[in-house]
């Protein structure tokens, strides 16, 4: 987990405010409009805890006074004592992933002023969910849970060097012996069904709704549908349905990446995944067109990203027949990564 306050600064133009008048001569200092100076960012979880700028009043001021003058809307905003620049933030429950603002003014003991604008971007709570595809496995037993990885490890490294403020949540933990955030709920053989509901439906602590109330997140990345394959996914729309349940029941909003599956390598002589992909991809436009579903899907397409030239499984991306190497768990990765960073913040 990364639930510390993180901090990045991204100064911009600054528009400085002169003292006196110019043409008219003499009076107050004028105040110009917010101009965007910094960017936080706000950890995962709690509280935000940072220093507002001086820009440039320290130089010539030894008491400088500093006033929140708009208040974000997503979250409240403190200062430590009247004054002060040290404040803390808070996002409000259920306010959702999105970017927050807040304007202040700094004030030195000439009655010189200067307002500023600060952003504050959320860090974002990924969960990917699925089976072994989703730990990482290649193979019956390999590589090692330690060192399981999958298309986890070279994502989040592409986001984080990217400048992504992410947390990657879930119950299981695999791929903890590299230095990387090894959360996730990629649960190996288990079919659709098991993701929706659990393998102990009534004892509820199972699921896809159960793994949300443990470990919230903005973004599910969902892969599944491997095992148990029979062409109809009626069982993937039951997954979405309990994602939908918990935000209704939470009032917390999540965005699903939704997966086209990746293809068995040879390809099944039957064409179900074929099968099964174009009927998830009906599902999923159904529900974005229909308005009484509050879903907010975005299709990703793995299957195709595995594939070569001739419109097959590319054979040197698998390791085995249901699950890809290194090189075809990076393809993911990078798949994943183009359809997020459409969506997630970040500082400058």
């Not at 400088?64 to 002060?84: C, H, M, N, Q, V």
């Not at 009626?234 to 917390?252: A, F, K, P």
């Not at 990203?305 to 190497?325: C, F, I, V």
Request: with cysteine; net charge negative.
């Amino acid at each position: 987990m990364t639930d510390s306050a993180r901090m990045a600064f991204c100064f911009m133009t600054l528009v400085v405010t002169g003292c006196g008048g110019g043409g008219g001569g003499g009076g107050a200092p004028e105040e110009e409009a917010p101009t965007p100076v910094a960017c936080y960012v706000a950890p995962a979880e709690g509280t935000l805890r940072g220093e507002l700028e001086a820009f440039g009043f320290a130089a010539h001021s030894d008491q400088l006074t500093f006033e929140i003058r708009r208040k974000p809307e997503r979250g409240e905003i403190l200062l430590d004592a009247p004054g002060s620049s040290h404040f803390s933030y808070t996002r409000s429950p259920g306010a959702g992933y999105g970017e927050d603002s807040f304007e202040f003014s700094i004030e030195d003991d000439s009655g010189a002023r200067r307002v500023a604008r600060a952003r504050i971007v959320p860090t974002a709570r990924i969960m990917p969910l699925g089976d072994s595809i989703t730990s990482g496995i290649m193979d019956v037993g390999f590589p090692e849970p330690s060192h399981r990885t999958g298309y986890r490890l070279p994502l989040f490294n592409a986001l984080t060097d990217g400048g992504y403020p992410l947390d990657m949540v879930g119950s299981l933990v695999h791929g903890d012996a590299l230095p990387f955030d090894a959360d996730h709920e990629g649960h190996g053989g288990w079919r659709d069904d098991e993701i929706a509901w659990g393998q102990t439906a009534d004892a509820g602590d199972d699921g896809a709704y159960a793994w949300l109330n443990l470990n919230p997140a903005d973004f599910v990345l969902l892969h599944i549908g491997t095992n148990g394959l029979d062409g109809n996914a009626d069982d993937v729309q039951s997954v979405l349905d309990e994602i939908e349940r918990w935000e209704s029941d939470t009032g917390n909003h999540v965005t699903v990446l939704l997966a086209r599956i990746i293809d068995t390598y040879p390809r099944d002589a039957e064409g179900l995944v074929e099968q099964f992909n174009d009927n998830l991809e009906s599902v999923a436009r159904t529900r974005i067109a229909d308005p009484t579903f509050q879903d907010d899907i975005v299709l990703v397409d793995q299957q195709r990203a595995l594939w070569n030239e001739q419109g097959e499984p590319d054979g040197s991306l698998y390791y085995s027949a249901q699950h890809p190497n290194e090189a075809g768990y990076q393809v993911m990765a990078d798949t994943w990564s183009r359809a997020l960073e459409r969506l997630l913040l970040k500082c400058p």
